[in-house]
């Protein structure tokens, strides 16, 4: 398989996505804590436990989101659904298996599309049971087995990944279908990576990398195992199939062990959980319930409103801004939209760390906004400082223009008086304006928005400007 390869780096990811349910896969304990500094153990019961004689069965909404997330990666879905005991040599699962898809995974052959335009392929994405954590305490290594049993989706990708930046932008668009999907809750679910990465000067010999968290760690952590790969290879070291751990503290991968391989596993079908089909129907009623996801949008907001595609990418990465800017866009100019969503928004909302769908404020009030803006009734500078309030807290943007007296001044009257002082002021930027100097022009509107507090409509200030200049 190796040989096929030509590029100079070769990464595949292993994403390991904790589903956004109630219960746990195979019990009705709560996979979400029920208080802050829950003790251990305290969310289990004999199934998660895997005391002897324990039934699992299987929770539904687990499957309907596995299924929604394998149809949103394009993958054809499973017509049965079979669960598999993987043996399991840690002390993190008290059965001695993991139940997990192993013949038939849930979706299979699916894809996703990178902002480049390139393809990357999912190979599988199947369901399988979380482990305990471990928590190291001096001498002693205790278990605690309340995250056990949780549902998590692991999607495998193609080998077809040739920077940490392409696993980047990876993660990237696979978080944003999780939360389009409404499967991964931030606050309450992991996502995890393991990486798997080999380069052209060793023959492709691969590392995996093993429980990446965040997708700016997996970029690091890839980085750094290019250049120790690279660096070994220099040396004249013969490098070997092994598995790594990452330390995001220092910044380094170290050896865990050298690699097993699936069939080092032992799997056997479960004799457990009986075989579910899914049928054509069950599968098409999920494919009804799904969302227009964002690649969808984008396409969609590229056609509508003939924006640029980098433009509605941005707008469309975030749910509640998506929303925002199809109802924006119905009425106000799409091109002021786009301006005033994706960059004024973003920005103030960037500043107070803050997504869209948490502001209190609504699109009727974002719409009142932009209609002042398009209406030239307020200059771009007030129209910056009431987003800025908005984003605080909800107000009517016409009724703030009135009490703060912020519409502006594009009466001549009032700005002719103080043009004109100002003509007097400055004879060599009157000079420079005759000689046409755009800089000097700027001099003089700069000077009035200053006095006007920027109220006045730039465009009008060079108008009265070379009225009374004769140009
Ligand atoms: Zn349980």
């Avoid at 040989?3 to 904790?18: N, Q």
């Avoid at 997990?100 to 190979?123: A, D, Y």
């Avoid at 595609?309 to 100019?333: K, M, P, T």
């Avoid at 200059?379 to 909800?394: G, M, N, Q, V």
Wanted: glycine share 4%; charged share 30%; with cysteine.
């Amino acid at each position: 398989m190796s040989e096929s390869f030509t590029s100079d780096v070769v990464i595949g990811l292993e994403i390991h996505v904790e589903l956004n349910t109630r219960t746990k896969l195979f019990c009705g304990c709560s996979r979400i804590p029920l208080r802050e500094n829950e003790p251990p153990n305290s969310r289990t019961c004999p199934t998660c436990l895997g005391m002897p004689g324990a039934k699992p069965v299987v929770n539904k909404a687990a499957i309907e989101q596995g299924i929604k997330l394998a149809l949103a990666l394009h993958c054809s879905i499973a017509p049965t659904l079979i669960f598999s005991r993987k043996s399991y040599f840690y002390p993190d699962l008290s059965k001695n298996y993991q139940t997990s898809q192993f013949e038939i995974p849930l979706g299979s052959n699916g894809h996703i599309r990178l902002p480049s335009g390139k393809t990357v392929g999912i190979v599988r994405a199947h369901l399988e049971e979380d482990p305990a954590s471990l928590v190291h305490k001096g001498a002693y290594s205790l278990v605690d087995y309340n995250r056990s049993g949780d549902p998590l989706c692991e999607i495998v990708t193609g080998p077809d990944m040739n920077s940490p930046e392409e696993a980047r932008e990876l993660m990237k668009e696979l978080i944003t279908v999780l939360h389009y999907l409404g499967v991964f809750d931030a606050s309450t679910c992991i996502i995890k990576a393991d990486a798997n990465i080999s380069i052209k000067e060793s023959g492709y010999v691969r590392s995996e990398v093993k429980n990446i968290t965040g997708f700016k760690e997996i970029e690091r952590a890839l980085c750094y195992e290019v250049e120790r790969q690279r660096d070994a290879v220099k040396r004249g070291e013969q490098l070997v199939q092994d598995t790594r751990a990452w330390d995001a503290v220092k910044g380094v991968t170290t050896r865990m062990r050298t690699k097993e391989t699936e069939a080092d596993y032992g799997y056997i079908i479960d004799p457990d959980l009986v075989p579910i089909t899914l049928s054509e129907e069950f599968v098409n009623s999920i494919k009804d319930s799904m969302p227009e996801l964002h690649f969808e949008k984008v396409k969609k907001f590229v056609e509508e409103h003939s924006i640029p595609e980098e433009d509605a990418r941005i707008l469309a990465q975030e749910l509640s801004l998506a929303h925002l800017f199809e109802e924006v866009a119905q009425r106000i100019d799409p091109k002021l939209a786009v301006r005033w969503l994706r960059h004024e928004l973003n920005k103030v909302l960037n500043e107070s760390e803050k997504v869209w769908s948490e502001v209190e404020a609504d699109e009727s009030q974002i719409i009142e906004l932009l209609e002042l803006v398009d209406e030239k009734k307020i200059t771009d500078i007030s129209a910056r400082e009431i987003l800025a309030e908005l984003i605080k807290r909800p107000f009517s943007p016409k009724e703030y223009v009135k009490e703060k007296g912020l519409e502006v001044v594009s009466d001549s009257s009032a700005l002719k008086p103080l043009l004109q002082k100002l003509i007097e002021e400055h004879p060599q930027a009157v000079e420079d304006v005759k000689s046409g100097e755009p800089k000097a022009i700027n001099f003089f509107v700069g000077k009035v928005m200053k006095e006007t507090k920027g109220q006045a409509s730039p465009a009008q200030v060079n108008k009265l400007l070379k009225e009374l200049l004769d140009l």
